[in-house]
Structures are given as C-alpha cells and as structure tokens.
C-alpha cells in the first residue's frame, strides 16, 4: 500500500510496496501507510480511522464541510493545513483530488479467517474480485457493497500486490472505509477456506444457465466476479458452490463488471430485505 508522505512528497507510485505478499492473511512486511485522494473518500476516513491520520491538506473550498473534523485532529496535534488548489494537485499527485488529501497510517486488512468468521457470525455476504484490475471498476463495486450494507470486499489479484489503488478508494466515495475488506493473492485458496468455515460461494458467469434473478442466494454467502475480458479464472471457478447469469436483451454481449456486480449486489439485499 501507498507510504504515508507529508503533503510536499508524494510518492510517484503511492500503491507500491517493495515486497512480495504472501497470500490468505500470512505474515508479511508491515505496508507503512496511504495517501487518501477525494472529498467523501477523505471524509469516511476522518470519521471511521482518526488515531491513522498523519496530516491533511484541503482547499479553503471545502473547508466548511471539512472543519469539524480537522478540529478534533488539530487538537491531537495532526498537522492540518489550508493550500492552494495547484499546491493540492501536486499533493495528490492527481487534478482529481476533490479539495482534499489525508495521509495516514495503513489500513487493516481482515485475514480470509477473519472474513469467514464474520460472515457465518451475522449470515453475512461479502463480495470477491478476481484479478478485476480497473481502480475505477473496483471503486465502484465497492461503493456499491457498502450502499447495500454487505459486509466485506476481497481483493484478488496476482503476487505482489492486492491492494487498493487511490482511485478506487476515491471513487468508492468511502465504501472502502465501510467494509470489512481482506486481499489475496490466491482466491481459490481463500474461497476453499470460506467454504470449509461454511460460507457458499456463487460466481457470476454469463454462461451460467441459472438466471441470477431466480436464484436464492444463501447464507452466508461470497459473490465472485472475474476479470474484466477474462472472467473467471478456471481454478477459482473449481471453488464456486453456483454460478449465475444476468439475462439480457442480447443487443450486446456482456455487461461492465461493476455494473453487473450492482445488479447482483441487489438482488442479495433485496432477497435480504
């Protein structure tokens, strides 16, 4: 995950880490923080992480809305400081910034164990990624987790590094701060661990011939969604207890992943509900 810099030295690549993480939750070198871009990204992180924020800069734009929490940091000592919006570009590394930028302390990931004993606790759902890699995609499906009230996220992706790029966390708008959120560097593993702690896994899969709208989804319960062009990756497959499809019109093809991952995320609420 991406250091955590003063506001005058952002790293050119703040989601890098300089060794490999092993997969499922094992030990590994400690990530020494984040950058956090975007003003409802900024905001959760406020409220949600207060003792990991390291020092803020905004634009007197926001200030209003950002004031009530810089004051209580400010009272701890957290360097909290007003600058020019060309200034907060460079900060952020990004035009993108929305009038805010947190440095702070590295998130906690939840171990695969962690993830299960929560779900079976609460007969939760949680949603997994495999090899997804669009940060926009990503913000998207998790913001849309954390709006239908799902419990967790997990990140899959090749060695050496699942985490979270800055863009996703800004466009989940502060979802990631909502979830419960695990990575991995071997999803079948992690889904196999799910499974044997009783959490059913359903993959979407266009192919399926299950209609996701007929579907009963279970509990606890993992919804996987698969890369962008590749879909699911043949192993992880092999670990999905169901798979299903989302009819169309069949004008095209397939649909974005984050949208089909919103159109599965309420179908579980609404059978929740």
Wanted: with cysteine; aromatic share 2%.
């Amino acid at each position: 995950m991406p250091r955590a810099p003063s506001p005058k030295a952002t790293p050119a690549h703040p989601h890098r880490h300089p060794h490999p993480h092993p997969a499922n939750g094992s030990p590994r070198p400690r990530d020494v923080g984040e950058t956090i871009v975007g003003l409802r990204a900024g905001l959760a992180l406020l409220a949600r992480r207060p003792d990991a924020v390291q020092r803020v800069a905004f634009s007197r734009r926001v200030e209003r809305e950002v004031e009530p929490a810089l004051q209580r940091l400010r009272a701890r000592g957290v360097p909290c400081v007003a600058v020019p919006d060309r200034e907060l570009e460079r900060i952020a590394g990004t035009a993108q910034h929305e009038g805010l930028c947190v440095a702070a302390l590295a998130r906690a990931w939840a171990s695969p164990q962690d993830v299960a004993e929560r779900l079976a606790r609460v007969r939760g759902t949680a949603i997994a990624l495999d090899r997804v890699r669009n940060p926009y995609n990503i913000g998207a499906i998790l913001r849309t987790a954390a709006f239908f009230g799902l419990d967790a996220a997990i990140v899959g992706a090749p060695a050496p590094h699942p985490g979270l790029d800055p863009n996703a966390v800004r466009v989940a708008e502060g979802g990631a701060e909502e979830l419960t959120l695990s990575r991995t560097t071997d999803l079948k593993d992690t889904l196999a661990r799910l499974r044997k702690a009783g959490v059913r896994v359903v993959a979407a899969d266009q192919a399926a011939p299950v209609d996701a709208r007929d579907y009963p989804f279970p509990r606890p319960c993992v919804l996987v969604m698969g890369n962008e062009r590749e879909g699911l990756a043949p192993r992880v497959r092999e670990e999905c207890d169901a798979t299903v499809a989302i009819r169309g019109g069949g004008a095209v093809e397939s649909l974005n992943v984050a949208v089909a991952a919103g159109i599965l995320i309420a179908q579980l609420a609404r059978q929740r509900a």
